[in-house]
Nanobody, 121 residues
Framework: EVQLVESGGGLVQPGGSLRLSCAASGFTFGGYAMSWVRQAPGKGLEWISDINTSGSSTSYLYSVKDRFTISRDNVKNTLYLQMSSLKLEDTAVYYC??????????????WGRGTQVTVSS
């Protein structure tokens, strides 16, 4: 059974940092591109970042570029999102998702349940 379990969310002040993790199981993690997607209160899903199977290629939403870093450990079967210089507008539920096919198509076949990130003073 494919499982994606996010962790690492919490309450942080503006300007602070958090590292999210997504533990994958039930499939060959290194064989799939992965993504982070978020949903702010009252809004739709927003793609944040992609990473290819090896971790050698990444892409970011413009508003998080230079603040967020996606990475993966294919030995530990874990996806990461390092977030810094957090802003109020980064408040959202953050999901990891397995890509259906190649990176960048925005097509996902499995999602985690999400982890809440709240940026507040």
């Amino acid at each position: 059974e494919v499982q994606l379990v996010e962790s690492g969310g919490g309450l942080v002040q503006p300007g602070g940092s958090l590292r999210l993790s997504c533990a994958a199981s039930g499939f060959t993690f290194g064989g799939y591109a992965m993504s982070w997607v978020r949903q702010a209160p009252g809004k739709g899903l927003e793609w944040i970042s992609d990473i290819n199977t090896s971790g050698s290629s990444t892409s970011y939403l413009y508003s998080v570029k230079d603040r967020f870093t996606i990475s993966r450990d294919n030995v530990k079967n874990t996806l990461y999102l390092q977030m810094s210089s957090l802003k109020l507008e980064d408040t959202a539920v953050y999901y990891c998702a397995r890509n259906w096919g190649i990176m960048g198509k925005g097509e996902y076949d499995y999602w985690g349940r999400g982890t809440q990130v709240t940026v507040s003073s």
